[in-house]
């Protein structure tokens, strides 16, 4: 459901266009379904197919604000903590990810929101936002930001199609290009072990 919210502005805006793969080279291709594109070494994107799993409980899962269920898969995560709810679909976020020695580790703060586009397709829209963080740790963190956008659309009964790009910038001296390239790599491995704990969690309650 699309809610207005003082961000909504934002969050429309920042939907993926319709992507013409004619514009991209495919980069990659590996034994999950999964391929790999990239336009102009700037704009990137992974393409997945899945079998036996639903597009609705994928987008689900991988918007899912719940601390435990998001660290269930996303293995870059230290913490996760709901600043705010702005709808039952949309959430502000402080994700502390987890620290790669010797860089300082990274926070980012969020506003993630899921939406039914239409019947078979359903977008889950993560984008940094300035807010007034109200906290103080042990460790100085450094800020990233990021924008990242999941399509899953259901093809047929058994097969659903995601589309993934994600866009970050982790400050400090860590160069963006090596940041990219290596990001670009694991989403692969990201995006196969989003499906492999959903299917394990929705065998644990079946």
Not at 106 to 116: F, G, P, T, V
Request: with cysteine; net charge neutral.
């Amino acid at each position: 459901m699309r809610i207005c919210h003082r961000y909504r502005d934002l969050m429309d805006t920042k939907y993926m266009d319709i992507i013409n793969l004619d514009e991209y080279d495919l980069v990659n291709e590996d034994k999950y379904n999964c391929k790999l594109y990239t336009k102009d070494d700037t704009d990137k994107l992974a393409i997945k197919y899945v079998h036996g799993l639903k597009a609705q409980d994928i987008a689900e899962y991988f918007w899912n604000v719940n601390s435990k269920i998001k660290l269930e898969w996303d293995s870059s995560l230290q913490s996760m903590k709901i600043l705010e709810k702005l709808s039952p679909n949309c959430a502000i976020l402080h994700l502390k990810m987890k620290r790669i020695w010797p860089a300082k580790p990274r926070d980012c703060i969020i506003c993630s929101e899921i939406l039914q586009v239409n019947e078979n397709e359903w977008i889950v829209n993560n984008q940094s936002i300035d807010y007034n963080l109200n906290e103080i740790d042990d460790i100085d963190y450094v800020r990233m930001m990021c924008n990242i956008n999941m399509r899953v659309l259901q093809m047929n009964s058994n097969l659903c199609k995601i589309t993934y790009s994600a866009k970050l910038d982790v400050g400090g001296y860590i160069p963006n290009m090596l940041v990219k390239s290596r990001c670009h790599k694991e989403w692969s491995n990201v995006l196969e072990n989003l499906c492999v704990k959903l299917r394990e969690r929705l065998n644990s309650i079946s």
